[in-house]
């Protein structure tokens, strides 16, 4: 070998490229040192033999291109490999082999990240989105086109994009992308697409940074989009059931009120009519709730198909139901109201007393009244149906002024008290009869406010009951109760407090409730809430939510004036309550009449029966205890064995017992008044 060839030799023996020359027979004669390494096999076993023995894939015969192999037996793990074959001269080839498994393994990797990317963005919905501003063209990620309905790779510019936007959000889209362009800001915006007529409406919610040079002309935006439908349709689920009722799929009090406020914002007139079935209470009592949903069902559904769709009508709670009538003059709505009263009337429904009828009170609202005039002048009309026999259609006169201006001074004096300390609590005990020994307080609520002429809780209540104003009430009445109970801490200091029919409809006033006890450190067994079973009835599906609610953290729950329905006992089966108490009406004449006895011996029975305990309310004379005890009541509540008093009193240890108690006439009065 020459001096050049000599060379070349150690040229070839120090390279990081294996080299291998094959003999007339094909097998390897002679390879360098890095062809052995690459192929993991010592260079005395590599001579005399064929590479594509010893690298299967291998090309045998010289031909174009390069073949990547992946010899899997290498001492170090995988290798990728690029082999190349060459003729030399006299039927010898020369084969050239080069380990690129490093910059293999970095593609391998970009591949898998982008694919993983592409992964992620589909199952997040979600895809991503350049524009080259000077070359003005958008790229569209694989995912997104799929999300608009286009295979991948498909060519898509901004026009086209443009034309698939809902026509409402495409100049907000436009305007939002100027503005980022303008000033370089990051942007977003929500918008809906139109992908195709086999394809529903999309939602998608975008954001956005723009990319400038070194002047600050923008040279790139790029973009997110995130395919947020699902979640819109929940948040639109969401909020229709804001405003609808469960039962009826009508709108709610809050629909209803919120729609006649927008009509007096904008200066609208028209009218509106207040509907309540006749006796409808009887027909859950005698026939069952499922009776009265059904009947409530077809009462909506028979009233909503006789008006027009921009008549607005909805179902306030209970049996009663509003109708908004933008346009339409106390004559024309009357007229309405008689369809509706007939339509009612001729439906295939019966009740106790036969066919199931609507009384209707007519209202006229415009320019400067307030939704909660209207719907007092609403409801004054109603009454005034109810006391001239049922089904019938009233329309509200000025002479009723006197009436709806006393209503709306009280709810004046009663906002007026709750926002300035007019409001007062009086504790009324509960006593162990066989020992006199107090066990707990309802808490009554009276008005305070110093002004002229007094109002009771009969004549107040009512008129807060109507209003939302009952549900700012009652919470103030049970953070004064918890504030009471944080200030004295004796285990044995318990108090009930009333909640309205109102406040059951309140889906957050059981969190309400819960995170004040939380707050306060108060044990919730020494709370208690009073529903009256008028209430619960009404709202049947309401009070069982809230009653389950509390009492599953310790809340005591108790069914006030318990017999005053003849589905009584049968609400003991629907309602997780702790308690009950019994209607006065039945303990009035415990002591006189024994059918009053009999009663009440059967009402225990079943409390004791169920685990619940049961107070006996207007315990007015001592007779009633003895009669009481024999009967196994172990519970009671009224003027013979304690007056309401100041609660304040109550907490600084003043006596709380029989002296002063009013008469019977005057203590069935005060024991009847919630708080």
Sequence with gaps: MNGDGALHREVLDRADVGFG????GGVLAWVNPALAEVLGVPAEQVVGRSLPALLPGAPERPRSGLALLTPSAHRSGHRWLEVECRPLDDDRLLYRVVDVTAWRDREMEA???ADALRRAQVLGRMGTWEWHVAEDRVVWSDALLEMFGFPPGTSLDFDGYAALVHPDDLAMIQATLEEAMRSGAGFSYTHRMLPGEDVPQRWFECFGEVETDADGTPVRVLGTAHD???ARRVHDELLALAEQDPLTGLANRRAVTRELERELATGGSGSMLLLDLDNFKDVNDLRGHAVGDRLMKTLAAALRSRLAPSQLIGRLGGDEFAVVLPGCGPAQAARTAEVLRDAVARLPLVGPAGKVTVSTGVAEYGSGDTWELVLANADLALYASKAAGRNRVTVYEPGHYADTAKRVSVLDRLRAALDHGGLELHAMPMVQLATGRTLGHELLLRLADGKEPYLGPAEFLPEAERSDLVLDIDRWVLST?????????????????NVSG???????FGGFVLDRLATAGVAPGRLGLEITETAAVTNLDAARALS???RAFGCRITLDDFGSGFGSFVHLKH???TGIKIDGEFVRGIDERSTDAVLVAGIVEIARGLGLSAVAEWVERPAQVEALMRLGVRIGQGFHLGRPVPLAQ????????????????MAGAEDGARS
């Design 21 to 24: 020359v094959t003999d007339h």
């Design 111 to 113: 591949t898998h990240e």
């Design 228 to 230: 947020i439908t699902r």
């Design 481 to 497: 109760a918890i504030d009471a109970l944080v200030r004295h801490p004796d285990p044995e200091l318990r108090f009930n407090v």
């Design 502 to 508: 109102r406040t059951l409809e309140d889906e957050d």
């Design 548 to 550: 389950l609610q509390l």
């Design 575 to 577: 309602l997780p309550i």
């Design 650 to 665: 109550v907490l600084s240890g003043r006596p709380n017992g029989p002296n002063g108690a009013l008469s019977p006439r």
